[in-house]
């Protein structure tokens, strides 16, 4: 039976059960075509996550390889550093969440996505190889609103009291954060994994947003993907992320069906953010990226409707069997 399948087995096994569920119409595509469109995919997910977001677990400890970070807070704070402006009147214009407006639609939006992401990060048990606070954000295709949802996410985040955000740019191939956040791309994370004179403090920007500091993505280089995929690579996240505990670590990807290194990368992170672009992504593309990511026990869904004019998102989440990851 399919993920597909089994979720939609699940709803119905909770709709008789008596569950009170969310149940959207159907769109005229789905009941004329039976084929589950990208919404119908993320409400059957969801029904999914009701099981497992009750699964209680304990916090993350800081593990030895902690100790190990290539972050020395000494070399940190010795260094002046990299500080970026960010332009949030463009921000604003483009649709993000900003500081300065705290009560907008996108902002309650992403605050509402936040709140699983920083429950699973803090309260629950990962292991050290895929620690709870690592979220990588991806989806299928290219221009599902990854970058979109990975700055928003991170700018939501920053807005909280208890937690600092680590935001990565890890779409080393075709990095944005240059244009959006006005972060130069060197030095960055290739370079971290290529140069033997730089830390992990060297490379890290700081910004106007207080809690929010950026690794960019590093000068280009043509074996990238083998670098992403190199134990160097698995070994900085496990350091970056753990050093931290209550700081979460955002990483901008590329889409999992266009690029491997995207499939690597997720077999870092503790939690994973699927962007799905509502109307365009196909229930099969959709699909055929979960495949790819099975072996991450938490993986949520966000359904962006970056295509339509009622501009807007609608996210749910699902957990995996946990013996999947050990
Ligand atoms: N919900 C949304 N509201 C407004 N604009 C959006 C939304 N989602 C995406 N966009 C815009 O759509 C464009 C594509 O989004 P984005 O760059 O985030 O996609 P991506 O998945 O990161 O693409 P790529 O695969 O090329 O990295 C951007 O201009 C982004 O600002
Ligand atoms: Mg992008």
């Known amino acids: ?62 593990s030895e390889a902690a100790a190990r970070s290539p972050e020395p807070a000494s070399r940190t704070t010795k260094k002046a550093g990299r500080v970026v402006q960010i332009d949030f009147a463009m921000l604003r214009g483009r649709g993000f969440v900003t500081p300065d407006m705290p009560r907008s639609k996108i902002a309650d939006e992403f605050r509402v996505i936040k709140r699983p992401i920083l429950r699973n990060a803090l309260d629950a048990k990962g292991d050290d190889a895929r620690p709870r606070n690592l979220v990588m954000v991806t989806s299928a295709l290219p221009r599902e609103g990854k970058t979109f949802t990975a700055v928003n996410l991170a700018l939501s985040v920053a807005a909280e009291v208890d937690n600092t955000v680590l935001l990565i740019d890890g779409d080393v191939a075709h990095p944005m954060f240059t244009d959006l956040l006005g972060v130069s791309r060197e030095p960055g994370l290739l370079d971290l994994l290529t140069r033997d004179d730089l830390d992990v403090g ?13 690794l960019p993505a590093g000068a280009n280089h043509p074996f990238a993907t083998e670098l992403l995929a190199s134990e160097q690579m698995a070994s900085l ?18 889409p999992l069906l266009a690029t491997t290194e995207a499939r690597v990368l997720a077999t870092h992170a503790g939690q994973i953010v699927m962007v799905v672009a509502a109307d365009t992504t196909t229930q099969h593309a959709v699909q055929q990226a979960l495949g790819t990511i099975e072996s991450c026990d938490i993986v949520m869904m966000m359904l962006n409707k970056a295509h339509r004019t009622d501009v807007g998102s609608y996210y749910g989440y699902y957990g995996t069997d946990e013996k999947r990851n050990g």
Do not use: C, F, H
């Open 237 to 254: 996240l496990r350091a970056v992320a753990l050093r931290y505990p209550d700081r979460i670590i955002i990483i901008d990807s590329p």
């Open 202 to 214: 060297d490379t890290l920007v700081k910004t106007n947003v207080e809690k929010l500091s950026i």
């Open 1 to 62: 039976m399919s993920l597909i399948e089994q979720a939609a087995k699940r709803l119905e096994e909770l709709r008789r059960a008596g569950a009170q569920l969310p149940d959207p119409p159907v769109t005229q595509t789905e009941a004329k075509r039976g084929d589950p469109t990208p919404e119908a995919v993320v409400r059957a997910l969801n029904a999914r996550a009701g099981e497992a977001a009750q699964v209680e677990v304990d916090r993350p400890e800081v």
